[in-house]
């Protein structure tokens, strides 16, 4: 039974394999570019800020930095196209041309039909993430020990573990839709939906929570003021303050010394359609404004990485047992 | 004492408010050639699925070879089906099929598989997709005869063949009767597709069994009288009418008896299998004067 | 070996043919004592019947004594039904030959050559009673 799953696989794997490899040797070529333009860091041994921008600055206009938005963009769609490619035609091919009806009568039962597939599939599904993660990570550990912002969602999503629990939920989240949907296109094109749905939730709505934030109160003062609004009929203000460095801002409310939410109002002589911005932010500092900070620095990386996958997981365990719910009991 | 090869009591499946197939009781013995005929939508299919356990009954029980169908792996292995319009996988080959079935069945066999696969001239690397309806239910056919199943389960096999195709099939699947003296159930909407081969007949319509029985039996107890027109009291016990027609002064009857008929004023004589099937067709389709006219 | 043929129109069971396509072919001399029958599996992948239908015919064979079946070996024909009349056929077919030519200048088509003879054939003769 596996053999035969991994058969029906082969050729989408072979593909696969052969993407992996180009994006290897992608990314072992630019390592090499990475190495020379970090030679200097290196080489220094205190005093390094100024060497640190520096390299980043150099490897922000090098042909490296295309390569890393490459598979920055390889990594959040290679998920997706497990999900459409492997995990939708899973069930769903099956079932729309009948074949499940001959591989349900040979002398397995659908549980172990079933188990071949999710597992043959999901250890296709994290083997191939999994590798192309594991590269990304290794391949970008300078640049991100010199910028400090893989905490960020955009890189977060990119690194580490969480590309293979994504994966395996895509994975589930097709097989699912596709034995409930029976169709192998509009399998596809649901699982498409449903998961960018679910991967553009996460960091908008669900991240921020999986682990304690760390909560700070600092003043506002003139230079941190990157922003704000005013409402010209109410005169109503929104001031933004910068978020943390080297940090993943969750929240970020500027409020009075009694702790409610500034909203002004605000001198029109100063802030007004005719004021001066630099004028307007001395007189925003001189309120005793002050910014309240939810924010996970980078020391929160491997936690939140672990509690987004370990949710992703369950997930796609909760998903695995509805389809062996399901094909026991529901499906002809 | 051999568990019988299908048994159901009371066994009903239901979609929705639509009767597939309304307490359905058999008791069929083991080792037979069954014929299942009805017209399309009588229910054929869901009963063979309900015997393979593709389908699960909304009411009363179905035992095949005296086990729950599909209930585990050595249940699947005594009972072989092949599925309406014998699904494939297209871009698999026949190798690919047949090595499928090596891996996933105990008591498959390989020479079988792959002799029959060259008495039929084809190439085991040959992709099932490319394969004529025929041949692929030939391939189906061979998966399921490798396996050994001591009954084999098939829906419709020959309605989309030509009659060549029809021919050469109806071979394979007899040989392999004679040579595993396993059961077989085979559905149809014709008779004809039937007669030769099976020795024991279920006729389904409208969803109920009409009548079931060894196709001797069947034949040894039914009778057409044609004689003058006269009132059906004058029929002796024992007998029951399935279908009359008159004219003003003849009346034809269509009987299953009992007992000896002496005729008296009818003329007796014995039946077709496929006018038998054809009388309880019309029997349980009153809604067809068409047919009332035609006899 | 003789090679069986099922005709699905004559109305005639199926076992019964078989039944009759062998003692058709003893009594023209075509299966003489000792010739194999064709096995059941060899008759079901020629004729496409059930096999049950072939064990029948072979037992109502048997039965008649003249085949018999040696497991695991085959059926074999044990006695031919020619005996003495196979010499007397050409002389009665001449006879008949001459009989038919006269039926014909008589006016008869062969649909009522046909019906006299199977009338006559099941007329008791005073012989028989």
Not at chain 1, 242 to 257: E, H, K, L, M, P
Not at chain 2, 88 to 95: D, V
Not at chain 3, 3 to 18: C, I, K, N, T, W
Not at chain 3, 44 to 68: C, D, M, W
Request: net charge neutral; proline share 4%.
């Amino acid at each position: 039974m596996i053999w035969f799953t991994w058969r029906q696989l082969r050729a989408q794997t072979v593909l696969a394999a052969a993407a992996l490899a180009a994006f290897g040797v992608l990314l072992f070529v630019t390592a090499l570019l990475v190495t020379d333009l970090y030679a200097d860091v290196a080489a220094c041994t205190s005093d390094c800020d100024g060497v640190t921008k520096a390299f980043i600055l150099r490897f922000n206009s090098s042909a490296a930095f295309t390569a890393h938005v490459i598979a920055l963009a390889a990594l959040y769609v290679l998920p997706a196209l497990i999900g459409i490619f492997w995990g939708a035609p899973l069930i769903a091919r099956e079932v729309e041309t009948g074949t499940h009806r001959l591989a349900w009568n040979q002398s397995v039962t659908r549980t172990r039909w079933l188990v071949a597939k999710l597992t043959v599939g999901g250890a296709l599904a994290v083997a191939a993430t999994g590798l192309l993660s594991l590269g990304l990570t290794v391949w970008a550990q300078r640049i991100d020990s010199a910028s400090q912002d893989r905490i960020n969602p955009l890189i977060f999503g990119a690194r580490g573990i969480v590309p293979v629990a994504y994966a395996l939920f895509a994975f589930l989240l097709g097989a699912t839709l596709g034995m409930l949907i029976r169709r192998t296109l509009p399998a596809m094109a649901t699982t498409l939906a449903v998961y960018v749905a679910a991967a553009a939730a996460m960091p908008l709505w669900v991240r921020g929570y999986l682990v304690p934030s760390r909560h700070d109160t600092i003043p506002l003062i003139a230079e941190s003021i990157h922003g704000m609004s005013i409402s010209g009929d109410t005169g109503a203000i929104e001031v933004f303050g910068d978020g943390v460095a080297n940090a993943w801002t969750v929240s970020n409310r500027t409020i009075t010394a009694s702790g409610a939410t500034f909203t002004g109002p605000a001198d029109p002589a100063v802030c007004g359609m005719e004021g001066v911005p630099a004028k307007c932010h001395e007189w925003m500092a001189s309120l005793g404004l002050r910014q309240d900070l939810l924010y996970h620095p980078d020391s929160h990386f491997w936690s939140l990485q672990w509690a987004e996958a370990g949710v992703l997981i369950g997930l796609a365990a909760l998903l695995a047992a509805f389809c062996f719910w399901w094909i026991r009991h529901r499906i002809v | 004492m051999t568990a019988p090869a299908l048994k159901a009591v009371g066994l009903t499946k239901r979609y929705g408010r639509h009767h597939a197939l309304s307490d359905c009781t058999l008791d069929i013995p083991a080792g037979r050639v069954v014929g299942l005929v009805g017209p399309n939508g009588a229910g054929k299919t869901t009963l063979l699925q309900l015997a393979a356990g593709m389908l699960a009954p909304t009411a009363g029980t179905i035992e095949a070879l005296g086990g729950h169908p599909a209930s585990g792996a050595d249940q699947l292995a005594k009972v072989g089906f092949v599925a309406q319009d014998t699904p494939t996988y297209a871009n698999l080959s026949i190798a690919d099929h047949l090595r499928f079935g090596a891996h996933t069945n105990p008591g498959w066999s390989q020479a079988t598989a792959e002799e029959r696969i060259a008495q039929l001239g084809l190439d085991p690397r040959q992709k099932a997709g490319k394969l004529s309806g025929g041949q692929r239910s030939q391939l189906a056919l061979t998966m399921a005869i490798a396996k050994r199943p001591e009954l084999l389960i098939l829906d419709e096999p020959v309605a989309s063949l030509d009659p060549m195709a029809r021919r050469e099939f109806m071979k394979a699947l007899m040989g392999f009767t004679a040579d595993d003296k396993a059961s077989v159930i085979l559905s149809s909407h014709l008779v004809s597709d039937l007669e030769r081969v099976c020795d024991y007949l279920v006729v389904l319509v409208a969803s109920r069994v009409q009548i079931a029985g060894d196709v001797d039996d069947l034949l040894a107890g039914h009778f057409r009288l044609t004689g003058p027109r006269r009132e059906l009291a004058e029929l002796p016990g024992g007998v029951d009418v399935i279908e009359e027609s008159h004219t003003e002064r003849q009346s034809t009857l269509i009987v299953r008896a009992d007992v000896p008929l002496d005729g008296g004023s009818f003329t007796v004589e014995k039946l077709t299998l496929e006018d038998l099937v054809l009388a309880y067709l019309s029997k349980a389709m009153p809604a067809r004067p068409a047919w009332e006219s035609t006899r | 070996m003789i090679e069986f043929h099922l005709d699905g129109r004559s109305g005639v069971a199926p076992y019964m043919q078989l039944i009759q396509q062998v003692r058709q072919a003893l009594r023209l001399g075509l299966l003489v004592e000792g010739d194999r029958l064709p096995t059941v599996k060899e008759v079901v992948a020629k004729v496409a019947i059930n096999p049950n239908t072939v064990f029948k015919a072979y037992r109502e064979l048997e039965y008649q004594g003249l085949v018999v079946a040696r497991p695991g070996v085959g059926t074999f024909v044990t006695r031919t039904l020619t005996d003495q009349s196979l010499a007397a056929h050409e002389s009665l077919r001449e006879e008949l030959r001459t009989w038919l030519a006269k039926a014909r200048a008589a006016g008869l088509d062969d649909e009522s050559i046909d019906a006299l003879i199977a009338t006559t054939v099941r007329t008791p003769t005073e012989e028989s009673t």
